[in-house]
């Protein structure tokens, strides 16, 4: 690979993409709303649990939980009491994830903020660097292991909010949440000083995927986790202190098809992307 090449092209389509239009389009523009750090930390939590699928679809879910939890998501939380709280989220239900999933979701949340305060003192507990995906295992450990009441029914719509890396998931929502919390630039909210941008991994879905082996990114054929901690990898080469600078734009051409795989892999030359 010529990663001479590819950083300076990366570099351009870094520096002329425009962050602020596709803000409109992404779910980081739902705890941009807020101004205090804890609503923020929660309300991006929540944002980036329920970003898979059709953009519409799950926009309108965020919002409406948003809405239903008042000024206040970190407020709301903290003081949750289920029984009394739990009419708030009637209705709500979104792909695997029925209201009782939903509502244990956020039961979980608030055991977790009333034990620790904070979401980051929650990743951070089981943190071991420098491999993120003991934040991310701990925290998922921690959370399935909080007790829900019997009367709530939880499928495995309750469990998709809860991927591991040690199960092989990529774990492109809670990357994607680390990358909000942790980078300082752009328009992530840097407010996370116990992990540095240097040991994040890349959000990885197909379009990442898709566009990282045009690259070269990746050999690897499957979207899981190691394909993702490879992909970054690779991108520390081009910028060891910040390997996910180039990710919203990479997935924002992905997601419109610049890249054609199967073209570029015929003759990576060709790809449009390095042309």
């Known amino acids: 690979m010529d990663y001479h090449r590819l950083k300076h092209t990366l570099e351009h389509l870094y520096s002329t993409f425009d962050f602020e239009k596709r803000i409109q389009s992404d779910p980081i523009r739902f705890p941009r709303k807020y101004r205090k750090i804890e609503d923020i930390e929660v309300s991006a939590l929540i944002a980036s649990a329920f970003a898979y ?4 679809l799950f926009s309108s879910v965020i919002e409406e939980i948003l809405k239903r939890m008042g000024p206040s998501p970190y407020g709301f939380l903290i003081n949750l009491q289920l029984k009394k709280h739990s009419k708030y989220l009637h209705g709500v239900q ?20 009333k034990r620790y305060k904070t979401l980051e003192k929650a990743f951070t507990y089981s943190f071991v660097r420098p491999h993120i995906s003991t934040a991310i295992a701990g925290f998922v450990t921690l959370a399935t292991s909080i007790k829900i009441p019997s009367y709530l029914r939880i499928s495995r719509g309750f469990y998709h909010f809860f991927p591991s890396p040690e199960r092989g998931s990529a774990c492109k929502r809670f990357s994607l949440y680390l990358r909000w919390m942790v980078r300082n630039r ?22 990442i995927a898709r566009i990282s082996r045009c690259l070269g990114l990746t050999s690897r054929k499957s979207a899981d986790w190691k394909m993702a901690v490879e992909i970054t990898e690779n991108l520390k080469r081009l910028d060891p202190a910040d ?30 992307i390095l042309c």
């Open 53 to 56: 699928g059709r953009v519409e």
């Open 243 to 272: 390997p996910l600078k180039y990710d919203f734009a990479l997935c924002h051409q992905g997601i419109i098809g610049i890249c054609r795989e199967a073209m570029c892999q015929q003759d990576p030359s060709q790809c449009p």
């Open 94 to 113: 979104y792909r695997f994830s029925s209201e009782d999933d939903i509502i244990a979701f956020l039961y979980v949340l608030s055991e977790i903020l």
């Open 186 to 207: 752009d328009i992530d909210f840097g407010i996370w000083k116990d992990i540095t941008p240097s040991e994040l991994v890349i959000p990885l879905d197909t379009h």
